[in-house]
C-alpha cells in the first residue's frame, strides 16, 4: 500500500477527543494522535493512512455519513482465497482474462461504506472494479489475475475494515435473478402490448354502439394484429413450448388448450382481419397471455425451492478449514479438503469432513447432525463427522470423506431428493386436470363438426369460444387461490405453508412423528434438580466458571443470583469433571462414576435417597473425598407439549416419538407425555428416522415434526414435512410447514387451518366445475359467440376469488 505517513504519534489523548476516521471517542488505551489527527485504534489510523495516500480523503471525510463502527483489520493473509478449489467454487471467468468475485463484508451499513469500497480499484492496482449491495453487505470485484492476487484484494478490503467472507451460494442466486429478470421482461412486454391493444379494442367496442368509419376500424384491427404478434411469438412462446413438450411426451398439460385458445384466437382473427369481418380475438390473446405470465411468475417465486444442496452445505459446514501440511497448519477452503488430509480442529471450531480422531481428546457437540442434547467424548481411534463441533480441547483428525460424501452431505442429498418427491395429492390433481383437457379439446371438436355444416366460421367460432370460455384459469386458481389466501393469514399466526397438499394432507388422519430435543423439550440443558446444602452453591459456582461445558451454563443460569467464589489449583478432566480447591478444601463435581472414584465415601443422606428422574443427567459433588451433593441436568419439556399431543390423538392421529436421543430418556419423556413407550423411540440416527418414515408412508399417511438437521432427511421423506422455530437451515428448506412459534404451540391451529382451507378448496372446485359445465353447454348450443366468452371467461375466475376472500381459514388477527 505504500509507506505510512506518520511523521509523529502520541500515544494517550484528552477525555473529549474524538477519531479523525470513525468520529467515535478515542479515550482507550490504544488511541493514539498522527499527525494532529487523532484516531481510536490502530484500525482507523490505517485506513485512514490508505485513504489520504489514494487521493480520497475529500470524498470520503466530506460524505454526510461516516462509519459508526471502529476499524479493526483482521490480520489474516487470505492466502486460502487464492487455493484453485477457491476459484472453482467462487471465481468467475470474464472476458478479456479478467476474474469475478462476490464478498459478504463486515461492518457495511451506510453511503460511505458503499462509497469507499467501490473506490478499490483505485486503491489496489489491478482492480478493475467494485460495486456494492449494502442491502446484502454483498461486493461483487473484477481483477486483473496477472496483476493483482484475490488475497490482496482481500486484505485491502480488511484493511479498510471490511472484513470479505466468500459469498455461498452466489451461482444458484444469479442463475435465480436471471431466471426472474427473464420473467419479468416477459410479462413486461405482454402487459404493454395488452395494454395498447385493449385500448383499441375500447374503440372498436366504444364503434359497435355509436358507429364508426370503415376506414377506422380497417385500421384499428390491423393495428391490433401487429400489435399481439410479438406478444404472442415472444411471452406467449413459453405456452406453446410447454404444451409441445406435453404432447412429445404424450400427456395433457393445462398449457394445451391455452395454446389451442391462444393459436385459434390468433389465426382466427387474423382470418377476420383480412376478411374484413366478424370479431377479432387479439385483445383476449393480449390480456390472457399477460395474466398467465403474471400467474406463473408469482407461482415461480411461491414455489422457489431453498433446498438447494450446496446453498445448505455452505450454511451449516465451515467455510474454511485448518489442514496439517508437515510442521506447519494452514487454512484451506473447505471445498479443497480431501480424504488423507490431517485436521487441525480447535475448540469452537465447526468440523469441515467426516474421518478418525488420530491425536487428542475432546467433548463434541452433536445436536445439530444427530439431536443428542448431551455432549459426547471422543477420544484416538474414534469417528467424527462434518458438522459437529468441538467442545473443549484440540482434536486432529484424519480425513475419511468430505464434502458431498460426507455424513453431512449425505443427509442433505435426502433431502434435496426428498423436497424432490411430488406427493400423491398432486399427482392426483395432475391426472384430474388431464381429464378435464381431453373433456374440452372433444367437446370442442364436437361443437365444430356439428355447425360446421352450418357455417364453417360460426363453427370456428364457437369452438373457439368453448376453450376461451372453458380456460382453465377458474379450476387452475380454484385450489392454489385458497391456499394462497390461507398462506397469508397463516403467515400472520406465525404458521408458514410451502404447499397447498400438506393443508389437504393434514385434515385426514395418519401417523405423526415428533422429535424431542428442540421440538417438545426446550433444547437447552437446565438445572432441574438440586440435593445438598445450599451453602455449597457458590463454591461450586466458583469452579464452574472456569469451564466452558454446558452443565456449567446450567449452573449458571439456575443460580445466576449467588455470587461464585474464588478457586485455586484448577483441573478440568475431558469426559470426567472439575476438581479444585475452595477455602482450602478439595470440591470434585462431574459424571458420577468419575466422583466416585475420587471420594472415599457417600453422605449417609444420599446413599437412601431415591433416584433421579430418568431423564435426568446426573452429576456428583464432594467435598474432601466425600459426595455431598448431587444434581440432575435435563432438557425441560415444553408447557404445551401434553396438551397438544393429546388434541392431536383425540383427533385420530397415532402419535410416536422418535428421537436421536438416549433411549432411556426418550422413554421417560414419552412417558411423562402419554405416549406408549412401544411408540417411542431413542438414538436414532438421521438415516434410521428417513428409514422409519419411509416405512410408516407405505402403509399412509405420515408428519413428521422436527427442528434440527438430523430431522432434515425423515421431514423431506414424509407427507407432510413441519419444521419448528429454532430449528437448522436445512430442516426449514426441507419442510413443508414451518412454525415461527417454538415447540408444537401452533399446531393445533395449524390442523384447524388446514380443515377450513380444504372446505373452500372443495367449494371452489365445485363453482369452478360447475360454471364450465354451463358454459359448455352454452358455448355448444350456439348461443355464445367468442366476443360474448371473452367477456364471461374471468366471471368465473371472479367468483372463485370473492368466496375465497370471504371465506374464514385462519383467524386474521396477528401473533
Not at 468467475?92 to 459478504?104: M, N, S, T
Not at 467501490?118 to 454483498?138: C, K, Y
Not at 404447499?499 to 426446550?522: P, V, Y
Not at 407439549?641 to 422413554?667: C, F, N, T, Y
Request: glycine share 10%.
Amino acid at each position: 500500500m505504500g509507506s505510512t505517513l506518520t511523521t509523529e504519534l502520541t500515544l494517550g489523548v484528552g477525555a473529549d477527543a474524538r477519531c479523525a476516521h470513525c468520529g467515535l471517542e478515542a479515550t482507550a488505551g490504544d488511541a493514539r494522535t498522527v499527525d494532529g489527527a487523532t484516531y481510536c485504534c490502530a484500525g482507523c489510523e490505517t485506513a485512514a493512512s490508505i485513504i489520504r495516500q489514494s487521493g480520497l480523503s475529500g470524498g470520503f471525510y466530506a460524505l454526510p455519513e461516516r462509519r459508526s463502527s471502529r476499524v479493526a483489520p483482521s490480520g489474516r493473509s487470505y492466502a486460502e482465497f487464492d487455493h484453485e478449489a477457491f476459484h472453482a467454487a467462487h471465481v468467475k471467468a470474464l472476458p478479456d482474462g479478467l476474474r469475478e468475485v462476490q464478498f459478504y463484508l463486515e461492518g457495511v451499513h451506510c453511503a460511505s461504506c458503499v462509497w469507499l469500497v467501490e473506490r478499490v480499484p483505485l486503491i489496489v492496482p489491478g482492480a478493475v472494479r467494485a460495486e456494492l449491495d449494502v442491502t446484502r453487505a454483498v461486493a461483487r470485484l473484477a481483477w486483473d489475475p496477472t496483476a493483482v492476487s484475490l488475497s490482496a484484494l482481500a486484505r485491502a478490503l480488511d484493511q479498510l475494515g471490511y472484513p470479505p467472507h466468500a459469498f455461498r451460494g452466489h451461482r444458484a442466486d444469479e442463475a435465480r435473478k436471471a431466471e426472474e429478470r427473464a420473467m419479468l421482461t416477459r410479462i413486461g412486454v405482454a402487459g404493454a402490448i395488452a395494454g395498447n391493444v385493449m385500448t383499441i379494442a375500447l374503440a372498436l367496442y366504444s364503434g359497435i354502439f355509436s358507429g364508426m368509419e370503415r376506414e377506422f376500424e380497417r385500421y384499428f384491427r390491423w393495428l391490433s394484429w401487429i400489435l399481439v404478434t410479438p406478444a404472442l411469438f415472444w411471452p406467449g412462446r413459453t405456452f406453446f413450448t410447454s404444451a409441445w413438450q406435453a404432447l412429445k411426451n404424450k400427456r395433457l398439460h393445462m398449457d394445451v388448450p391455452i395454446a389451442l385458445a391462444l393459436a385459434l384466437g390468433y389465426v382466427q382473427g387474423a382470418v377476420n382481419t383480412l376478411r374484413d369481418g366478424g370479431p377479432i380475438y387479439f385483445d383476449a390473446v393480449g390480456t390472457l397471455i399477460f395474466l398467465l405470465l403474471v400467474g406463473r411468475y408469482l407461482q415461480h417465486r411461491a414455489q422457489r425451492s431453498a433446498a438447494d444442496s450446496a446453498a445448505l452445505l455452505g450454511a451449516l459446514s465451515p467455510a474454511t478449514a485448518r489442514v496439517v501440511d508437515g510442521e506447519h497448519v494452514k487454512e484451506v477452503p473447505s471445498e479443497a479438503v480431501l480424504p488423507g488430509m490431517t485436521l487441525d480442529v480447535r475448540p469452537g471450531d465447526t468440523l469441515a469432513a467426516d474421518g478418525t480422531v488420530v491425536r487428542g481428546t475432546s467433548s463434541l457437540d452433536l445436536a445439530l447432525l444427530t439431536g443428542e442434547s448431551r455432549p459426547v467424548r471422543v477420544g484416538e481411534g474414534e469417528k467424527v463427522f462434518a458438522g459437529t463441533v468441538n467442545l473443549s480441547s484440540p482434536l486432529r483428525v484424519h480425513v475419511e470423506e468430505a464434502g458431498i460424501t460426507s455424513r453431512l452431505g449425505r443427509l442433505l442429498r435426502d433431502v434435496e431428493d426428498g423436497s424432490r418427491e411430488r406427493p400423491p395429492v398432486v399427482l392426483l390433481a395432475d391426472r384430474i386436470a388431464g381429464y378435464f383437457i381431453a373433456v374440452v379439446l372433444v367437446l370442442a371438436a364436437i361443437t365444430a363438426t356439428l355447425w360446421w355444416q352450418r357455417d364453417m366460421y360460426f363453427a370456428i367460432d364457437s369452438a373457439i369460444a368453448l376453450l376461451v370460455v372453458t380456460c382453465p384459469c377458474a379450476l387452475a386458481i380454484a385450489t392454489p387461490l385458497a391456499f394462497t389466501v390461507a398462506v397469508g393469514r397463516a403467515a400472520g399466526r406465525g404458521i408458514l405453508v410451502k404447499g397447498a397438499h400438506s393443508l389437504e394432507t393434514l385434515t385426514g388422519r395418519g401417523t405423526i412423528f415428533l422429535d424431542k430435543t428442540g421440538t417438545l423439550t426446550e433444547g437447552r440443558m437446565e438445572l432441574e434438580a438440586f440435593d445438598g446444602p445450599a451453602e455449597l452453591r457458590s463454591a461450586i459456582l466458583g469452579l464452574e466458571r472456569h469451564s466452558r461445558h454446558p452443565v456449567a451454563a446450567a449452573f449458571a443460569q439456575a443460580w445466576a443470583d449467588v455470587e461464585p467464589r474464588d478457586v485455586v489449583e484448577y483441573e478440568e478432566t475431558l469426559g470426567g469433571g472439575l476438581r479444585g480447591r475452595v477455602d482450602g478444601r478439595e470440591l470434585i463435581v462431574g459424571r458420577p462414576e468419575w466422583v466416585l472414584a475420587r471420594s472415599a465415601r457417600v453422605a449417609e443422606r444420599l446413599q437412601g435417597a431415591s433416584p433421579l428422574d430418568a431423564r435426568l443427567t446426573p452429576v456428583l459433588i464432594a467435598v474432601d473425598g466425600e459426595v455431598v451433593a448431587r444434581a440432575g441436568f435435563g432438557d425441560p419439556l415444553r408447557s404445551t407439549a401434553k396438551g397438544m399431543i393429546g388434541e392431536l390423538q383425540a383427533h385420530g392421529w397415532e402419535v410416536r416419538l422418535l428421537s436421536g436421543d438416549a433411549p432411556q430418556v426418550v422413554r421417560a419423556v414419552a412417558s411423562a407425555l402419554g405416549i406408549p413407550a412401544e411408540q417411542a423411540e431413542g438414538a436414532a440416527s438421521p438415516e434410521r428416522k428417513r428409514e422409519a418414515i419411509a416405512a410408516a408412508r407405505a402403509q399412509g399417511t405420515v408428519v413428521m415434526v422436527g427442528d434440527g438437521v438430523n430431522d432434515a432427511a425423515a421431514i423431506a421423506a414424509a407427507t407432510v414435512g413441519i419444521a419448528v422455530r429454532g430449528g437448522a437451515e436445512a430442516s426449514m428448506a426441507a419442510a413443508d410447514v414451518y412454525l415461527a412459534k417454538r415447540g408444537v404451540a401452533s399446531l393445533g391451529e395449524l390442523f384447524a387451518g388446514a380443515r377450513r382451507t380444504t372446505s373452500v378448496i372443495q367449494r371452489n372446485m365445485a363453482v369452478a366445475l360447475g360454471y364450465n359445465a354451463i358454459s359448455v353447454a352454452m358455448a355448444m348450443m350456439g348461443i355464445l359467440d367468442p366476443l360474448f366468452a371473452a367477456v364471461l371467461m374471468p366471471l368465473g375466475s371472479v367468483t372463485v376469488i370473492l368466496a375465497t376472500w370471504r371465506a374464514t381459514t385462519f383467524p386474521k388477527e396477528a401473533l
